[in-house]
């Protein structure tokens, strides 16, 4: 008889857990003391308080970035939520071909974020695509700023963002929708409801548990944005900065031989327990929901 290994599974367990504590816990820890410190890049520093606190509530470029990032996240959880809805709608029939437009539309989302930023860059520049055909149409005399202007180039990282994110949250609805009781649709239909109706009576309420989590996942995404900005931008996010998301700005708050180190974690652990408290309210909602 064998004898009980209350180690066994630990073991197997050990090489993931050194991985989580080495690359996660340990540099959270480490991140979370030098937000209260004085430190630079190349190390030192010594204890300040809530000194970094105190100046991140007197920086404008940071509510500038708090706010870009505010606005990513406005936008993009419910384009995240809805349109990938639709389109999982759209191609979960059975018919020919429609492996093919399943992979096409999921193509953007294997594509590289500096692969996808270098082509839009390509698009949306001043001679580029979108505004030619602007231009064909006769909506523009001038091409837009898409990269230059600050509010465009915003819109234009939201846009993309939104584009790349569309295949993946796809696949996530076509999973849940295949989990949806055909017999509820076939019970309703017998009742005299219509698409809409059954769609709204009968999917919706089946993968709301979905729609939460995608609108969670999308909101902290959103609120990590960074390659989007950097590439549409050529590096700048727009003239002054003004378009810099709140990663961006930690980037550049400790980039460099004179980068503060502490200030840009600082910044880094206010948007941890902006986007842990985020997620906690939504599940919070979530289960009161379920309750009523």
């Given amino acids: ?132 055909a602007l231009r064909g149409l006769h909506l523009i005399s001038e091409p837009l700023p898409f990269l230059t202007d600050a509010d465009l180039l915003l819109l234009s990282a939201i846009g993309v963002t939104i584009w790349k994110g569309l295949g993946y949250y796809m696949v996530v609805y076509l999973a849940a929708l295949a989990n949806v009781p055909r017999e509820h649709h076939e019970a309703a239909q017998v009742d005299g409801a219509g698409a809409v109706r059954r769609f709204w009576s009968v999917t919706v309420p089946a993968i709301r ?17 960074f390659a989007e900005i950097y590439v549409l931008g050529n590096g700048s996010a727009g003239p002054g900065g003004q378009a810099a998301s709140i990663v961006y700005y930690i980037r550049e708050a400790g980039l460099g031989l004179g980068g503060e180190a502490g200030y840009a974690s600082a910044m880094s652990l206010v948007l941890f327990f902006a986007t842990l408290g985020f997620s906690l309210l939504v599940t919070r909602l979530n289960r009161r929901e379920k309750s009523l």
């Fill in 1 to 132: 008889m064998i004898g009980r290994r209350p180690a066994t599974p630990w073991l197997f367990a050990a090489p993931a857990l050194v991985v989580a504590l080495v690359f996660s816990l340990g540099p959270f820890v480490n991140t979370a003391v030098l937000a209260f410190t004085n430190a630079t890049t190349l190390g030192g520093g010594t204890f300040t308080g809530l000194e970094n606190f105190s100046r991140l509530a007197e920086d404008e470029r940071f509510w500038q970035a708090l706010r870009n990032t505010g606005l990513y996240v406005v936008v993009c959880v419910p384009a995240m939520v809805t349109l990938p809805l639709l389109l999982a709608l759209l191609v979960e029939k059975k018919i020919f071909a429609i492996g093919f437009f399943r992979a096409l539309f999921y193509s953007p989302v294997v594509a590289s974020m500096v692969v996808v930023g270098l082509i839009w860059s390509w698009l949306l520049s001043s001679d580029g695509l979108v505004n030619a």
């Fill in 209 to 225: 548990p979905t729609m939460v989590l995608v609108g969670t996942l999308a909101a902290v995404a959103s609120a990590k944005v």
